[in-house]
């Protein structure tokens, strides 16, 4: 039977209407070409950025080794050039799409692509496609100048726009005060250990320990961990001087340890929030939520983003969640054969829920869609607390329950 298309399902929206206006061409480039966009678009995007990047690479670290033929540097050579010129593309495209970037929103087109333009990832992009320019000056590209240089650009230019930099910058702020108790507790350690070798070492030692600088560097080395092993205590006081160091090194590098993890655990729960609010609002069913309620439901909510016809959940599985569509679209396949399409807005996986029954429909993607999950503890959670919600949710269900016994009565027909 042709699935039958299905608009969202009848939700109030309290008469509140929702306008949207379709984004330009230049607003869908920018969003391609941001690293921390989660369509599966721009994930492509990134992974052909990638691919070029470490094509580009692997050409210019090898045309370093002096050994290669002739032929097969030109054919690197090519590959260098081509991947500059990529860049270069990349670099004119994000110059054009600047007057997108939200912290240039006041400025006017031409003075967003000049702020742009000297910002560092303007400056590293234009750097790194150098090479561009200087073969059409006639320049020709050798080892090891552009396997030194080229390098270290082509790398920052990624990671000047990969989320994780940010990302380590953001860890870093937050938690300076911890990072800043560690830092401290390490030069403490570090000065009393240095000053004590030096006291027990320099008579037999002199060129090690003679000087305080000289035991500062023994002690990095242990307090590291590293343990290069140019410089050992000799005497017994050094000796347990050194002892105790290593064992505080364990610590204080555990301590450091700690403090990065739960950073950056913080930090991607905080980039989760934002991102489910930003979904939030393609969901009529929570539109016309408070946004203190709003905020408690966002908390709970996770999203997972599916390539086409992928199966979400299968008819008899045990149901632990349900589902808002954000974005895409889902096929439901009914007991009798039917199907039925959900929508931008729609929500299905509730019936197992509420019903604590196994699923009663195959749902898959037709397209790449885009979901917010919430969890069967915290979708009971949420219906106690929320009433309005947890009585939509119902009554989808029940319309949808009585539906599936009408067709499968008209089925036995
Ligand atoms: P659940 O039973 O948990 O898993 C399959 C889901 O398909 C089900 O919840 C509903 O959300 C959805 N579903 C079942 N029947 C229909 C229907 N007739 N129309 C739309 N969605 C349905």
Redesign the pocket.
């Given at each position: 039977m042709e699935p039958r298309a299905?608009p969202s399902p009848p939700i109030p929206l309290y008469g509140r209407s929702v306008t949207t206006t379709a984004p330009t061409l230049r607003a869908r480039i920018y969003a391609l070409l941001r690293y921390s966009d989660p369509t599966p678009a721009a994930r492509q995007v990134r992974v052909v950025h990638l691919i070029v990047l470490a094509i580009g690479l692997f050409a210019v670290i090898l045309l370093s080794v002096d050994e290669l033929e002739g032929q097969v540097r030109q054919i690197l050579r090519v590959i260098i050039w081509t991947v500059t010129f990529i860049f270069l593309v990349e670099y004119l495209t994000r110059l054009w799409v600047a007057p997108e970037t939200p912290r240039y929103d006041q400025d006017s087109p031409t003075r967003a692509r000049l702020r742009w333009a000297v910002s560092i990832q303007g400056l590293i992009g234009l750097l790194a496609v150098l090479p561009a320019f200087m073969f059409a000056g006639g320049y020709a590209i050798t080892g090891a100048d552009a396997a030194s240089v080229f390098c270290v650009l082509w790398i920052l230019k990624v990671g000047l726009h990969a989320p994780a930099f940010s990302t380590l910058a953001r860890v870093v702020s937050n938690e300076r005060a911890p990072i800043a108790s560690v830092l401290i507790l390490f030069a403490i350690l570090l000065m009393i250990a240095a000053t004590a070798a030096h006291m027990f070492e320099r008579v037999k030692q002199p060129e090690q320990f003679g000087s305080l600088p000289g035991a500062m560097w023994w002690a990095v080395v242990t307090l590291t961990t590293t343990g290069y092993g140019d410089v050992v205590p000799l005497t017994l006081g050094g000796r347990l001087i050194g002892s105790l160091l290593m064992i505080s090194g364990i610590a204080v590098l555990a301590l450091m340890t700690g403090v990065l993890a739960t950073g950056f655990a913080q930090e991607e729960r905080r980039r989760e929030y934002l991102r489910v609010w930003e979904q939030v609002a393609r969901v009529p069913l929570f539109a016309s939520l408070g946004v203190v309620t709003l905020s408690e439901i966002v908390g709970k909510l996770r999203t997972r983003y599916y390539p086409p016809r992928i199966t979400v959940?299968r008819?008899g599985d045990a149901?632990d969640s349900?589902f808002f569509i954000s974005s895409g679209e889902v096929e439901?396949r009914?007991p009798n054969g039917g199907s039925?399409r959900?929508g931008e807005g729609a929500?299905?996986?509730?019936?197992?829920?509420l019903e604590r029954?196994p699923?009663?429909?195959t749902?898959s993607t037709t397209r790449p869609t885009t979901l917010l999950v919430l969890y069967a503890s915290d979708f009971y959670e949420t219906a106690s607390h929320i009433p309005k919600l947890a009585e939509a949710v119902e009554n989808e269900?029940k319309r949808?329950r009585e539906?599936?016994l009408e067709r499968q009565a008209a089925g036995r027909r």
């Open positions: 299905v959940v008819r149901g349900m439901v009914l039925v959900l929500f299905f996986g509730e019936m197992a829920l029954q699923r009663s429909a749902v269900a949808r539906e599936n």
